[in-house]
């Protein structure tokens, strides 16, 4: 195997190890928070790629400086691919949690109350927005009173996310 093909597949098995470290931590542990089992999870990945590429180095036979740059690329690379898992897990509450937060920064010095925090939260209106934005990206179809999907692309990561949340909280 040449090192160009190790480069590329060490953080993606890092990341596959990680997907499968964080159900199985989540599940065994039982952690009330996604991010904390997280946290963990990456933790114990990121120590098993450390010795992961150590082996590799001997394998390999990689020069020092070579090594030291090629562990510190995939580092990288595997941080922004954890960074992007763990933000697709918490897209549907994050969403919730700033549009709150948006329309309390919106109010006056002496805050809002919960009766109009509610009425500004309207989830018809909420829904009737999402709606006319999936409409205008192409994603959904309006027929009949009736909705369909349009382009689906967009379904293969909401699988994705159905998938990976059934696995996690079952």
């Known amino acids: 195997m040449d090192n160009e093909l190790v480069s590329i597949l060490s953080p993606i098995l890092a990341l596959v190890t990680l997907f499968i470290l964080h159900a199985i931590i ?51 690379i595997l941080i922004c691919l954890s960074y992007f898992y763990i933000n697709l897990l918490n897209i549907g509450e994050v969403s919730l949690r700033i549009k709150l937060l948006s329309i309390i920064n919106e109010s006056d010095i002496y805050g809002i109350p919960l009766e109009e925090l509610i009425l500004k939260y309207n989830s018809e209106i909420i829904i ?34 159905l998938f990976w949340r059934n696995i996690m909280f079952r």
Do not use: A
């Open 128 to 161: 009737k927005l999402r709606i006319d934005r999936l409409i205008k990206n192409g994603q959904l179809i309006e027929q009949s009173n009736k909705y369909f999907l349009g382009k689906k692309r967009q379904i293969y990561i909401v699988n994705f996310y």
């Open 26 to 76: 989540h599940r065994i542990f039982h952690f009330k928070s996604i991010l904390l089992s997280f946290i963990v999870s990456f933790i114990f990945m990121l120590l098993i790629f450390i010795v992961f590429s150590f082996v590799l180095f001997f394998i390999i036979k990689y020069q020092g400086i070579d090594f030291i740059y090629t562990l510190f690329g995939n580092l990288i």
